[in-house]
């Protein structure tokens, strides 16, 4: 009995929740923050288009919603992207 009880508590180990969740930075995934950070930069300061801001806003606001609705939305995207077409006639 004793030795069951062991076997049980070897087997039971936390699940820390950092280890399922993906990593989201502002509540996006970090290569549409950074994407969209090289965009606003690019218009502001070298071609200082500052109605971006705007739009840069909104794009984030969006990127944040298709995440929260899927998590993997955007590496689904970058995959589908980078896929070559197979059957060339």
Known sequence: MAREGIEENVFSL????ALTEPIL????????I??????FS???FSF?????I??????HFGTIYVT???????ECLVAY?????????
């Open 14 to 17: 936390p699940l820390y929740r």
């Open 25 to 32: 930075m502002v509540g996006a995934p970090p290569q549409m």
């Open 34 to 39: 950074v994407f969209n950070a090289m965009i």
């Open 42 to 44: 690019i218009f502001v």
């Open 48 to 52: 200082h288009f500052f109605w971006i």
């Open 54 to 59: 705007p739009l840069n806003a909104l794009i």
């Open 68 to 74: 929260k609705k899927d998590p993997q939305a955007f």
């Open 81 to 89: 992207l980078h896929q070559k077409n197979s059957y060339q006639t």
